[in-house]
């Protein structure tokens, strides 16, 4: 796993909305200088595809002459990643829907290679290689543990409910890009996807069922601040919405933590409600389920732990060690049989994040390619 954060090449960067492209670049897993945002002009391709070119422009010409040595970024899908094509229904980029070859775009415009990826994988990958992971294993380290996590995976919670899986340091793009959790079923309501039951139209939705005010305009946030009481409405009804929620959103990240047996991250605007969520999302995670036979099992196998929490951090350090005597001989080793990973919020934002991991995936990969072609000179 690649470090960055001292690395001295520059990528540019573009976070893509539907109404605003904000354009930067980034050193060392650093923002260098202000982004330059535009208008995304979605609607209109040639136009759109125009706007980039000249955001873009835009960032180097504030570079001093420096030229960066790719372009990095998050782009809505579907879309073949790999090979840099946007194409599919893509409510965000109507124009965009009958495919745009948009990576080869770009490269023959720069001359620099292009990478694009999902935000939840970026967010995932950003978080594994300069966020919330080198922190736990610093942390483990800095407590006398000799336990050591490789595996990530990172939740992203807003207008969408994302994923983004890193094993053993390598982002998982899939076969397909298409590494998903928004579709997966959602555990309180049948045939439903669970993504009607995390993202912000969830909790606008729950808190209008459970108060009987529908007003559409109010945010997140105006239901936060009424769950605080700190703005007129139901405070039960606010508190049961971001709680249903985390039951979810919990139900839903049981099954990936079981398959991929990796520390849990959560990332977007909605974890400032954390205080609200995280009890039912650490209880659904920490659940149980039965066999035909009557036996009770945990639903995580491994033990999970609230990585926020000091006093959880450290009994999470500590685990069940104990030396255990090498048969035949004096010789001990030392045994931790306790299955364990973590849930925590991000530190440093899904945004954050998102650019770190486009960073380091361009970095990464151009290294690869540098090692690669190394190895095929020597041969």
Same mark, same amino acid.
């Given at each position: 796993m690649g470090n960055y954060t001292n690395d001295s090449r520059i990528v540019l960067t573009l976070d893509a909305g539907g109404t605003n492209m904000v354009f930067g670049a980034m050193r060392g897993e650093e923002y260098v200088g202000a982004p330059i945002t535009l208008p995304s002009n979605a609607n209109d391709l040639d136009l759109c595809l125009k706007t980039m070119v000249l955001g873009?422009?835009?960032?180097? /010409?504030?570079l001093g002459g420096e030229k960066p040595v790719a372009i990095s970024f998050a782009f809505p899908g579907p879309a073949d990643y790999p090979n840099g094509i946007i194409g599919g229904y893509l409510p965000n980029f109507p124009?965009?829907?009958d495919g745009v070859a948009l990576g080869p775009f770009l490269q023959e415009k720069f001359g620099i290679p292009?990478?694009?990826n999902n935000d939840g994988d970026l967010y995932a990958y950003g978080e594994a290689l300069g966020g919330v992971l080198p922190?736990?294993?610093?942390q483990l380290e800095y407590l006398g543990s000799s336990k050591r996590y490789h595996n990530l995976i990172g939740y992203t919670f807003g207008t969408g409910f994302g994923i983004g899986?890193?094993? /053993?340091g390598q982002l998982n793009?899939?076969? /397909?890009s298409c590494v998903e959790t928004y579709c997966l079923p959602h555990s309180r309501i049948q045939d439903v996807i669970v993504e009607d039951g995390v993202a912000v139209r969830a909790i606008k939705r729950v808190y209008g069922e459970r108060s009987g005010d529908n007003d559409p305009n109010l945010t997140p946030k105006d239901i936060f601040d009424i769950a605080e009481g700190t703005r007129p409405g139901n405070p039960d009804a606010a508190q049961a919405a971001f709680a249903e929620m985390g039951t979810v959103a919990g139900n839903a990240m049981a099954l990936a933590a079981q398959l991929m047996d990796g520390i849990i991250v959560i990332g977007g605007g909605i974890t400032a409600s954390k205080k609200y969520f995280m009890p039912n %999302? %650490?209880?659904a995670l920490r659940g149980t389920t039965h066999t035909l036979s009557g036996d009770t099992l945990a639903k995580v196998q491994m033990?999970?732990?609230n990585l926020d929490d000091e006093t959880e951090f450290a009994a999470f350090a500590k685990g069940s060690a104990r030396e255990i005597k090498v048969y035949g001989s004096d010789r001990t080793v030392t045994y931790d049989p306790q299955k364990r990973i973590g849930v925590l919020i991000s530190k440093i934002g899904a945004s954050k994040a998102i650019s770190v991991g486009a960073y380091d995936f361009a970095l990464a990969q151009l290294d690869a390619l540098k090692k690669l072609n190394h190895v095929s000179t020597e041969i």
């Amino acid at each position: 796993m690649g470090n960055y954060t001292n690395d001295s090449r520059i990528v540019l960067t573009l976070d893509a909305g539907g109404t605003n492209m904000v354009f930067g670049a980034m050193r060392g897993e650093e923002y260098v200088g202000a982004p330059i945002t535009l208008p995304s002009n979605a609607n209109d391709l040639d136009l759109c595809l125009k706007t980039m070119v000249l955001g873009f422009e835009s960032v180097m /010409n504030t570079l001093g002459g420096e030229k960066p040595v790719a372009i990095s970024f998050a782009f809505p899908g579907p879309a073949d990643y790999p090979n840099g094509i946007i194409g599919g229904y893509l409510p965000n980029f109507p124009s965009f829907r009958d495919g745009v070859a948009l990576g080869p775009f770009l490269q023959e415009k720069f001359g620099i290679p292009v990478f694009i990826n999902n935000d939840g994988d970026l967010y995932a990958y950003g978080e594994a290689l300069g966020g919330v992971l080198p922190q736990i294993n610093a942390q483990l380290e800095y407590l006398g543990s000799s336990k050591r996590y490789h595996n990530l995976i990172g939740y992203t919670f807003g207008t969408g409910f994302g994923i983004g899986c890193v094993i /053993n340091g390598q982002l998982n793009r899939g076969d /397909n890009s298409c590494v998903e959790t928004y579709c997966l079923p959602h555990s309180r309501i049948q045939d439903v996807i669970v993504e009607d039951g995390v993202a912000v139209r969830a909790i606008k939705r729950v808190y209008g069922e459970r108060s009987g005010d529908n007003d559409p305009n109010l945010t997140p946030k105006d239901i936060f601040d009424i769950a605080e009481g700190t703005r007129p409405g139901n405070p039960d009804a606010a508190q049961a919405a971001f709680a249903e929620m985390g039951t979810v959103a919990g139900n839903a990240m049981a099954l990936a933590a079981q398959l991929m047996d990796g520390i849990i991250v959560i990332g977007g605007g909605i974890t400032a409600s954390k205080k609200y969520f995280m009890p039912n %999302l %650490l209880d659904a995670l920490r659940g149980t389920t039965h066999t035909l036979s009557g036996d009770t099992l945990a639903k995580v196998q491994m033990k999970v732990y609230n990585l926020d929490d000091e006093t959880e951090f450290a009994a999470f350090a500590k685990g069940s060690a104990r030396e255990i005597k090498v048969y035949g001989s004096d010789r001990t080793v030392t045994y931790d049989p306790q299955k364990r990973i973590g849930v925590l919020i991000s530190k440093i934002g899904a945004s954050k994040a998102i650019s770190v991991g486009a960073y380091d995936f361009a970095l990464a990969q151009l290294d690869a390619l540098k090692k690669l072609n190394h190895v095929s000179t020597e041969i």
